[in-house]
């Protein structure tokens, strides 16, 4: 596989663009050739396979589909189960640099009594987990998977943690597991709509928040097409490692928090290395109908792919978000003023809510010690406001 990979980077052929398009078509093209040309000529799986199996890895069969996880235990015993999940076009190295300092605080700088036990899994479709055989495994399917995960490991307390798809999941967990569920903590719990224009006189457009995708149209393109033509598409990620690459770091550039310069946050070898979890196990196709099963999970085409849960989430709940993490919609959000914490507290038992300075989609993979360090300030918040239920 590895020698078939580097035949095909060595005959890529490129779209042309124009001089000047920078990001504002999509993959910028200088960008593509020179991370092309390292990964053909420098970058090393091996090593990346070395290093990520330093981790505890597994396999078990959930609802008729092989699942992958990384189930890290801490030296400290009565360390809390946390369950992490991310979402498309992540993998399981979202979480990769915040494992250490979750499982062994005390060599971080912590405090042991800040201890979990880690689970990882990696989503149906998705990376090292089996790929579906048949329609429906929607979010809804998917947290019922890891419910069942967490019981036969033997956690009968746990917390979950969700950035991206693994929010709306990690958000069913809870609902559906409520009596062994501890807390919640999510990459953001959304946030208001932007302030209303005046009622009188000439409407006042709202002014756009710091990140500057402007709407729908130009940022939801890739949404239309996974929740409805997911195969039209699938056919070129599963041939072309190039068109993969371009369809998956465009995401990574457009929703991290940088200033221009994708770099400045993520290395190329860590961006080739989640896009080669994405090819060797031939999963650009399979990962993006988790769109089409979520959009169609109700009956019919639903307005988006994001249908949330009518009930309210009970469990003590964290909200964690990052200034770059959304995709900016039609209507702009606002995830740190009053309005989005009592748009949050409809729908879950906010004891901690904050809005981090920098960081964006990826954040424990983007900003990792903000992220473990809001992490630990929640797991405080709910020792202070129920500690009977953690113990």
């Known amino acids: 596989m590895l020698t078939d990979l580097k035949q095909r980077l060595s005959r890529v052929r490129f779209a042309d663009e124009f001089t000047d398009a920078g990001w504002d078509y999509g993959t910028n093209l200088a960008y593509l050739k020179g991370l092309v040309d390292y990964w ?128 709306g999941i990690a958000t069913r967990v809870a609902l559906d597991d409520p009596t062994h569920v501890a807390a919640l903590h999510l990459a953001g719990c959304g946030g208001a709509p932007a302030p209303a224009a005046a009622s009188t006189g000439n409407p006042t457009p709202p002014v756009p928040l710091p990140n500057s995708a402007v709407n729908a149209a130009h940022n939801l393109g890739y949404q239309e097409i996974q929740s409805t033509k997911p195969q039209t598409l699938g056919q070129g990620l599963s041939d072309s490692p190039v068109g993969l690459a371009s369809w998956i770091v465009e995401k990574w550039y457009g929703w991290s928090d940088h200033q221009g310069d994708m770099e400045k946050v993520f290395t190329k070898d860590e961006l080739l290395t989640n896009i080669m979890i994405y090819w060797v196990t031939n999963s650009g196709t399979s990962s993006t109908r988790i769109y089409y099963e979520s959009r169609h999970m109700l009956g019919g085409l639903a307005p988006t792919p994001f249908p949330r849960p009518e009930a309210r989430v009970n469990v003590p709940t964290g909200c964690g978000s990052f200034p770059s993490q959304y995709d900016r919609r039609g209507n702009l959000v606002d995830t740190s003023s009053p309005e989005a914490r009592k748009a949050a507290e409809t729908r879950y038992n906010v004891v901690h809510f904050t809005t981090m300075q920098r960081g964006g989609h990826f954040p424990a993979f983007e900003q990792p010690k903000l992220w473990v360090d809001d992490i630990r300030a929640f797991f405080a918040a709910v020792h202070n406001s129920d500690r009977s239920r953690i113990r």
């Open 40 to 167: 053909r000529d420098k970058y090393d799986w091996r090593a990346q396979e070395k290093r990520l199996n330093e981790f505890d890895q597994f396999r078990t069969n959930i609802d008729g589909v092989d699942i992958h996880f990384i189930h890290q235990r801490s030296k400290n015993p009565n360390a809390m189960p946390l369950l992490l999940l991310n979402g498309w076009p992540s993998s399981i190295i979202e979480y990769e640099k915040v494992i250490g300092p979750l499982t062994d605080p005390a060599a971080y700088g912590g405090r042991v009594e800040d201890s979990f036990h880690v689970v990882i899994p990696a989503m149906p479709g998705f990376g090292f987990s089996g790929k579906p055989r048949e329609k429906g495994y929607d979010p809804e399917r998917i947290a019922r998977m890891w419910v069942q995960l967490m019981a036969r490991l033997g956690y009968t307390r746990y917390a979950a943690h969700g950035s991206d798809w693994g929010n």
